[in-house]
């Protein structure tokens, strides 16, 4: 029998492509997302349209994760096997000015879902974590062990709760449950709460662009092209517990539950001003430069580690970002005219 697929955050842009290839591998789906206004509404319903052309399976429901009733109901009806939790209020900076958005949809919200998955006996969670984990750690590249325990945004901490959540429901209930450390995705219908977004946004607008850290900063960037292949290849890898776990030395990717955690990043550091040149050439135009000091709940570098993942799943993230860039900007052009 087809398996059914729930996609929380499916108007998001990770959200959008993972459903964009669930439809391609004529998978059946339950979208939901509230389409809340953090950013523009428009960019998620025209994803959401873009959805409906392809023809697929989906079924799509303007709904919010805190609201456990309507996900109760969700689960009774449509009984998923595999669930993808990528619904999140998202944003370092937005976490500062507006933490209560985080508490309820990442930690309140991400509750509900694990709850609907124990009653459902849903066969596998699939939860979005993030590179922001590692926090002040200045120890690259970044392992699965390496520490975190030193955030410096709130988002970043609901995220950590996440994956201490989600352990707690495999020990105590088995789920089984794989939670995923994005390190800054960027592509095609991108977020445009994001730096290359908001840089391009600005360069081709010949507005100035802020700068923070005086271009002291790096990061990985990884292509969505290759977020979703990882993130389909996880789908059939449904954890199971590690019979070779270690207790007096434990490692933070596996456990005695079924649960497991994954770093995806491209493994590259980039300079936050090489990164720019890349965007300056593709677009053709010279941007103007607002150097800034660093702000409070950014990280200075990003770089991760991903043997784990690569073992897993034998896929390693490898698109340029040469060839990312280009085509978030054939997108942008397209899509906003410019
Ligand atoms: N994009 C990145 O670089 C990145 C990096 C690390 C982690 N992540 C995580 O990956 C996931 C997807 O990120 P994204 O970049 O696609 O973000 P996104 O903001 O584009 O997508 C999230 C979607 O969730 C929806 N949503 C938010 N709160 C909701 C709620 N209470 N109920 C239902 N829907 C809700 C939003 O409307 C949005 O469409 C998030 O969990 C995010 O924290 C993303």
Redesign the pocket.
Known sequence: MKKTFLV????????FHLCKRLIKENIKIVA?????S??SIKL?KARMEELYKQGGDISFVD????DINLLERIFKENKPQIVF??????GVRYSISDPIPFL??NVV?FGNILEVCRKNDVEHLIY?????VYGGNKNLPYMEDSRVDHPVSL?AAT?KSNELMAHTYSHLYSLPATGL??????GPWG?PD?SYFLFAKAILEKKSIDIYNYGDMNRDFTYIDDIIESLFRLTNKIPTPDKNFDAENPSASSSWAPHKIFNIGNSNKVKLIDFINIIEKEIGIKAIKNFLPMQMGDVHSTLADTSLLEKYINFKPQTSLNFGIKKFIEWYRFFYGK
């Open positions: 929380t955050g499916a108007a998001g842009f990770i959200g939901i997302d509230n389409l809340n953090y950013y998620k709904g919010d994760i805190e939790n990528l619904a999140a209020q998202a309820k949809t919200g979005a974590s993030s590179s922001s988002y995220k450390r994005f390190f800054t995705v960027y977020r994001m």
